[in-house]
C-alpha cells in the first residue's frame, strides 16, 4: 500500500512514520511537511509544503490510505482562528483531495472530548473535523481519541507534563479510559487501521489505547 501521513514531526506522527517505514505492507509512505525531514528512506517521499497552498496538481496524492496526526494547541498556535486552520482546514483539505485522487481510508488522531456541540473550542473544532470527515465518503473511516498522550515531546507542554505526572503515578487504580495513552500504542492502533482497513466507521477509544 501507498500511505500518505500527515503532522510527521510530532509525538504521534513521528512514531507513525517510524511503524510505516517497518511495515512490509506498505511500500511508500508519503510525507508531506512544512520542513524537510532530513530523513532518508527509499520508501519516503517527503514534499516540502505550504499547507496554505497545497500542490491540489502534485501525483503524490493519490495513495491508498491517509494517517493524519496534524495537530496543535490554542496556546501554540497563538489564536483560536490559527488553531482551527492547523486542526480542522487543513487536515479536512488533505482528506477531500486524496480522497479525490482515490484513497480509500483516513485514519485521523482525534481526541476524547471531540464533540461538534462541546461549549470547549478545543474538543468542539476536533468534533467538527470528525463531523465533516464523514460527509467525504470514506469508504473505511477511523477517528482515534486518546486521552492523555505518554511519550517525549520535542517541546513542553506544561500542563500536559503535570497532567502526567499525577496519571502515571494513580494509573494502576484509574478505569483505563482516564490512564495514559503511549504515543506508541496510539501510532500502532492507526498503522494497523490504514494498512488493514475495514468498511464503515470506526472509533478507537482511549481505554482501547491505556
Do not use: D, Y
Given at each position: 500500500?501507498?500511505?500518505?501521513?500527515?503532522?510527521?514531526?510530532g509525538l504521534v506522527g513521528g512514531q507513525v512514520l517510524q511503524h510505516l517505514l517497518d511495515d512490509a505492507r506498505c511500500d511508500a509512505v508519503v510525507v508531506p511537511t512544512r520542513r524537510a525531514l532530513g530523513t532518508?528512506?527509499?520508501?519516503?517521499?517527503?514534499?516540502?509544503?505550504d499547507f496554505e497552498q497545497l500542490p491540489l496538481e502534485a501525483d503524490w496524492w493519490a495513495v491508498d490510505a491517509v494517517i493524519c496526526a496534524l495537530g496543535s494547541t490554542i496556546r501554540q498556535a497563538g489564536s483560536r482562528e490559527v488553531f482551527a486552520r492547523i486542526d480542522h482546514d487543513y487536515p479536512l483539505q488533505v482528506a477531500?483531495?486524496?480522497?479525490?485522487?482515490?484513497?480509500?481510508?483516513?485514519v485521523l488522531n482525534s481526541a476524547k472530548g471531540a464533540d461538534a456541540g462541546s461549549r470547549i473550542f478545543y474538543n468542539q473544532v476536533k468534533g467538527r473535523l470528525e463531523q465533516d470527515l464523514r460527509g467525504l465518503g470514506y469508504p473505511s473511516l477511523t477517528l482515534v481519541r486518546p486521552g492523555l498522550i505518554g511519550g517525549e515531546r520535542s517541546?513542553?507542554?506544561?500542563?500536559?507534563?503535570?497532567?502526567?505526572?499525577v496519571l502515571g503515578a494513580l494509573g494502576p487504580v484509574l478505569p483505563r479510559a482516564w490512564r495514559i495513552n503511549?504515543?506508541?500504542?496510539?501510532?500502532?492502533?492507526m498503522v494497523?487501521?490504514?494498512?488493514?482497513?475495514?468498511?464503515?466507521?470506526h472509533v478507537i477509544g482511549s481505554a482501547q489505547l491505556a
Open positions: 500500500m501507498k500511505v500518505m501521513l500527515v503532522g510527521a514531526t532518508s528512506n527509499p520508501a519516503l517521499l517527503n514534499p516540502v509544503v477531500t483531495q486524496a480522497r479525490a485522487r482515490g484513497a480509500h481510508a483516513f517541546e513542553r507542554r506544561t500542563g500536559e507534563h503535570l497532567a502526567s505526572l503511549p504515543a506508541t500504542r496510539i501510532a500502532a492502533a494497523e487501521a490504514a494498512l488493514q482497513p475495514q468498511p464503515g466507521v
